[in-house]
């Protein structure tokens, strides 16, 4: 991929015998910034809102087991699991607390850690993601339309001329993308590369949709900041709306001409409104007293 070097930024750790890959970018005095990407995604659907979001505030984004370079889990590969999985890479790095911000399926790993490790979250972000129960025929089309997606993209051959061939690659953004001309070719490419080489998929998609109707988002207590787009096919914003309406204490920014995929079709916007979000919960210096302030200037 043409772009930044992330090589000093990219490193492994072993967590319960297993390689999870992550990248960890930048520094600062707020909670670091953990991103996680969705059903067959890596790290670097994120790599267009890194520098941005990394340029005063520590960033990690990771590889979920059995996506990118990180090795799968042992099925069964709940949710529960890969959230866990983070909690672990979270103690190894001495980092005590997170705002996370997650994009579709990872959002229900987002509100598993939320829930189950109420401590270690400051806040969410959830960008076009998982949440809003799904009556059982939807469940059943989404997991054929899966798992038919999976079954050509495991072909090397497929996968490799959709890589290669820039219409080809429209096409397939198309189904999730606005506006999938619009996108940087050579990131695509390795995305659709990194769809292809995905062990973890298929356990990852039964975790999914096991989890999608027991979510409960009443239950994530933390400030959330749902950022949708207005094309999204696959979630639309109705869905966004009734997150919000669920979750106590949520605000909802629609970006304007992106589909399913913010972080690919409007990085900036997306790093603006996440990097504001974060801002805001990052603990404010103590308010000198304004009456001794007056007098120490009379």
């Known amino acids: 991929m043409t772009g930044p070097d992330w090589s000093a930024d990219l490193h492994d750790a072993i967590i319960a015998g297993r390689r ?50 990180s090795d799968p889990l042992r099925p069964p590969a709940e949710m529960a699991t890969h959230a866990a999985t983070l909690v672990k890479l979270l103690d190894a790095l001495g980092v005590p607390q997170v705002v996370v911000c997650a994009h579709s399926m990872g959002g229900l790993v987002a509100m598993r850690l939320a829930v189950t490790h109420r401590e270690r979250v400051g806040g969410v972000v959830l960008v076009c993601a998982g949440g809003i129960h799904l009556d059982p025929v939807r469940l059943k089309l989404v997991m054929l339309g899966f798992r038919a997606f999976h079954a050509a993209f495991a072909q090397p051959r497929v996968a490799r001329a959709f890589a ?33 080489l995905a062990p973890g998929f298929l356990a990852a998609l039964g975790a999914g949709i096991r989890v999608a109707n027991e979510i409960e988002p009443e239950e994530v207590t933390v400030p959330v900041l749902l950022v949708w787009g207005d094309r999204d096919p696959i979630l639309p914003v109705a869905s966004a709306r009734e ?18 995929a913010p972080m690919l079709e409007r990085p900036d916007r997306l790093a603006a409104l996440v990097g504001e979000f974060v801002s805001g919960l990052d603990p404010r210096p103590p308010v000198a007293n304004r009456s001794r302030r007056q007098r120490s200037f009379t």
């Open 164 to 196: 290669l061939r820039p219409r080809l690659r429209r096409r397939l953004f198309a189904s999730a993308i606005a506006d999938p001309a619009a996108l940087d070719p050579a990131l695509t490419s390795e995305l659709v590369f990194g769809l292809a």
């Open 243 to 260: 997150l919000e309406a669920r979750l106590p204490n949520a605000h909802l920014a629609v970006i304007g001409g992106a589909g399913h």
């Open 20 to 69: 999870l890959r992550y990248l960890d970018r930048g520094t600062g005095v707020g909670a670091p910034l953990l991103l996680i990407h969705g059903l067959g995604g890596c790290w670097q659907w994120w790599a267009q809102c890194v520098a941005p979001l990394s340029a005063g505030r520590r960033v990690i984004a990771v590889d979920l087991p059995g996506f990118g370079a």
